[in-house]
């Protein structure tokens, strides 16, 4: 629990429970009527926190009602506004240093401002994975996975003796240590708890910051990603304030084919709600086909909901849940725990019953026997594509027009090939299509045996089978726990993995977020040089222009087993079907059905080699970290000494003339467009997470510090230093900012009409003391969820963002730090109302701010037009008008 609070009003609803001979005590909220029994049992955790936390302070009554009443109430055409406290929260490095940078800053503004900073630590369990630092500089050779690892440590060492420091500075924060496993995995196979069990009874829940948090709703856990500014209010015991949401009810009846695969189940499912329109809503599975899916394979789809666009997507626990606590090592007296409470207070799911039926807002209905092989891309990953058609569909993406699903060629480009000599002394050929990068990564298929083994399978039968990947592919494995590597040994595929190249590289993210590191320098110039359209395949959730790597233009999303396929291929430009993946020795052709596992097969193998003692002995000793972490030499006290020198981790300018004192709300006036940006622009583009161009201010910035290009590191990796990442704002290579005459992170400053870099145009307007504004178009800010997305805008002098619709979490995010969310109103834009960014604007706030008003902005051309304020919630205004959540955090500790 998160805060010391009054007297709670429903107390009465207190109960003690014997379990094993121990008794406990929890809200039985099953006894507010049958109101409770209809609720989705995704709301039903909404409902025990508000009744476990209200204090009539930051949780009302009213809000408990507001929950209880949730059928009535989420059909309201009106929204509904209530508090949620999440019983903890959980980080990665690249969100987590900028987290833990706040609060020694934090506890900085207290102490000069007069309080206690010791007052600044985090009140709910805060657990910190570092899994985002580690990069593929290194393939395809036994002593890939050392050397990776220790040159993530030589380029991250301050950042980890900061995250160390951390450790032991503040209460209540856990470190998992380099090399342990991706975060996601790890919080399914070792941090979740699913029920606390003290002092009271209650369910798990949790925001993390990164997106796809979502993936633990699989093993009935709630949560979900949120910014890392509004999750550092978390930490410190604030509520979140959310709109009640809808929750669609989405059936699964029947089984999956023998030759489907999880990964091909999300795919579809996340092209099926895409379309479907699920943005601010919860999901919520039930129906007889649920009960069939492992939780490895309900958590792989719970971790792409971000990419369909939910909340969360839930699968409540039932008789599966517990058993694969039971397989991942949880002690049976918790799990007896578990059970008891979640029978005891109806939250406990049959899935073959459909008297347990909750009420929805709304039902979908998947027969999994419709699932087909696929992949999803080239641009998107919510755009799938049957494997039976990918080759015709590639083919059209080559010449249909510029867009998600096109590059433009003529005619005449599509015959454009290169030679290169590769460091084996061979020349080989590569065109539009081939593969490049090849890569099983990510959280979303590396936490489920099914698939990685099924890859290992495949892997056996095709080296078997006399079949080899061409060696420039750059090939790679990154599985999400120590536990995968362990199963793929004992099951004895590892050796014809590797003998396709797919060497363990590291434990993390990697490749899916970029961090797929350099290409052979004969290839990128031949794929440059001749204008290929070459790509990457990987096993991950998110394959946005530009975020795989800069040479791959088109990247599909799939599973571990077609990762390998389309890398035996060498190209995506092939019909599985009619087209052999190579021949035997004796010349027969080896076709992609002649080596692919069934279901039947991949489920024996794990049946046999997943067991407990591998989580036993992996996660046993998880939280000691390698050897090179150990030795880190870590400074001591509660205040943080900063080095003026590092250019990982610096103090952040956030505090800078703070007052005790709430600062004015003003209007902005004689504002410039810094830019003029379309359609679905990601946090990749506002603040991408890969490598820093050698032309960038970033990178100047960073040589004139001394440091050399190869010390560059990554964007991701220097989060912690503010003077870097402001620099990487909109630093996106792919990014089309309609005031700039090409594709990349330039813009026109106005009224000189000089083209400069994004940065160096925003320092210029600020030595003229102009503010500044973006005006863009429909979904900005999708895509994984990022704090600088907010704060490096903030620091370019950006007061207002005006967009025709926002993402969810990055909306949030602008308000937490004092930026003003506008919405043109429905049917307006940028390009009805004729703007092109030379103009000035003037946005005229309304002189009592409430949530849902309007403004005016008035453009010096003489047009003016209505936005709407996007402060949601009496919350937000709050956080606004105190200049954002760490300003309102540092003058609530006063």
């Known amino acids: 629990m998160c805060l010391k609070r009054s007297t709670n009003p429903y107390q009465k609803l207190l109960k003690t429970i014997e379990i094993n001979g121990s008794t406990y005590t929890y809200y039985d909220v099953s006894a507010l009527g049958p109101k409770y029994d209809r609720l989705p049992f995704s709301i039903r955790v909404l409902l025990e926190s508000c009744v476990r936390n209200c204090d009539n302070f930051q949780v009302l009554e009213k809000d408990v009602s507001n929950v209880l009443d949730w059928e009535s109430k989420q059909g309201n055409e009106e929204s509904v506004e209530i508090a949620f406290k999440p019983a903890r929260v959980i980080l990665q490095d690249l969100t987590g240093v900028p987290a833990v940078v706040d609060f020694a800053a934090m506890r900085d503004a207290v102490k000069d401002l007069g309080g206690d900073p010791d007052r600044i630590n985090p009140i709910c369990p805060a657990d910190l994975v570092i899994d985002h630092s580690v990069q593929v500089d290194f393939a395809r050779t036994p002593d890939a996975l050392n050397k990776n690892q220790d040159l993530e440590f030589v380029r991250n060492k301050e950042r980890f003796q900061f995250l160390k420091w951390g450790a032991q500075a503040f209460d209540n924060m856990l470190i998992v240590p380099p090399g342990s496993g991706i975060v996601h995995q790890v919080n399914l196979e070792y941090l979740a708890r699913v029920v606390f069990t003290g002092p009271l009874l209650h369910p798990d829940s949790v925001v993390g910051t990164d997106s796809h948090t979502t993936m633990i709703n699989g093993l009935g856990v709630v949560g979900w990603g949120v910014g890392g500014i509004e999750a550092e209010a978390v930490m410190l015991g604030q509520a979140i304030s959310m709109l009640l949401p809808k929750v669609v009810g989405y059936k699964l009846v029947g089984e999956l084919n023998p030759l489907a695969t999880s990964t091909d189940l999300v795919l579809t499912i996340t092209k099926h709600l895409r379309s479907l329109g699920v943005v601010g809503k919860f999901v919520e599975f039930f129906g007889p086909g649920v009960g069939a899916l492992s939780i490895a394979d309900r958590a792989t789809v719970a971790n792409m909901c971000p990419e369909f666009g939910a909340t969360l997507a839930h699968f409540p626990v039932d008789a599966r849940s517990l058993e694969y606590l039971h397989q991942t090592n949880r002690p049976k007296e918790k799990i007896d725990v578990i059970e008891s409470y979640l029978r005891a207070t109806k939250q406990f799911r049959d899935y073959t019953n459909p008297e347990q039926d909750p009420v929805f807002s709304e039902v979908v209905e998947l027969d999994l026997g419709d699932v087909v092989t696929s992949v999803s891309g080239p641009k998107r990953p919510q755009d799938r594509v049957s494997v039976a058609i990918m080759k015709k569909d590639f083919q059209d993406c080559l010449t249909n027009k510029v867009g998600f699903k096109g590059y433009g060629l003529s005619p005449s480009q599509l015959s454009a090939s290169g030679d290169f000599t590769y460091s084996d002394g061979k020349t080989y050929t590569i065109t539009h299509g081939s593969v490049i990068i090849a890569a099983i990564t990510s959280c979303t298929n590396t936490s489920n045996p099914s698939v990685m083994l099924g890859a290992g399978l495949l892997a056996k039968k095709a080296v078997e089978n006399g079949l080899s990947v061409l060696p420039y592919i750059k090939t790679s494995l990154s599985p999400g726990s120590g536990v995968v590597t362990y199963y793929l040994r004992e099951s004895g595929v590892v050796p014809y993995l590797e003998k396709l190249g797919f060497n363990t590289v590291g434990y993390g993210c990697m490749t899916c977020i970029g961090n797929s590191g350099p290409i052979d320098d004969n290839i990128a110039n031949t794929i440059e040089k001749n204008e290929l359209v070459c790509c990457g395949i990987l096993s991950g959730n998110r394959n946005f222009e530009g975020r795989i790597h800069p040479n791959t233009r088109a990247n599909y999303l799939a599973s571990p087993l077609l990762v390998i396929a389309y890398a ?82 610096k103090k952040p300018p956030f505090f800078d003339g703070m007052t005790k004192e709430l600062p004015a709300a003003t209007s902005v006036r004689g504002a410039r467009c810094l830019l003029l940006l379309g359609d679905s622009v990601t946090t990749d583009h506002i603040s991408p997470a890969g490598s820093i161009a050698r032309n960038s201010p970033a990178a100047r910035y960073l040589a004139q510090r001394g440091l050399t290009a190869r010390e560059f590191n990554s964007y991701g990796s220097r989060r912690g230093n503010d003077a870097v990442m402001s620099r990487g704002t909109f630093a996106n290579i792919r990014i089309v900012n309609k005031m700039a005459p090409a594709p990349g992170p330039k813009t026109t400053h106005h009224p000189s009409g000089d083209v400069m870099d994004i940065f160096d145009a925003a320092e210029r307007y600020a030595s003229e003391d102009v503010p500044l504004i973006a005006i863009v178009g429909k979904d900005y800010g999708s895509g994984s969820s990022r704090d600088w997305a907010a704060k490096g805008p903030y620091l370019l002098g950006i007061k207002a963002v005006i967009a025709e619709s926002f993402e969810r979490i990055h909306r949030s995010n602008l308000v937490g730090m004092g930026l003003l969310p506008l919405q043109f109103l429905p049917g307006e834009s940028a390009a009805t109302l004729g703007l092109t960014g030379a103009e000035r604007y003037d946005i005229i706030l309304p002189p009592a701010l409430a949530p849902g008003q309007t403004a005016t902005v008035q453009v010096d051309n003489g047009t003016s037009f209505q936005v709407v304020v996007r402060f949601d919630t009496e919350v937000d205004l709050t956080y606004f008008k105190n200049g954002g959540i760490l300003n309102y955090m540092v003058r609530k500790m006063l």
């Open 568 to 649: 035996l291929a060498g190209t995506v430009d092939v019909d599985f079907e009619t087209e052999p993946l190579g021949k035997r020795p004796d010349g027969s052709a080896v076709y992609l059905r002649d080596i692919w596992p069934t279901r039947a097969e991949i489920q024996r193998v794990e049946n046999q080699f997943v067991i407990p003692g591998m989580f036993k002995e992996v996660y046993a000793r998880i939280e000691q970290g390698s050897a090179a972490w150990q030795a880190l030499d870590v400074p001591r006290g509660r205040l943080y000494s900063w080095d003026a020198n590092s250019t990982y981790i």
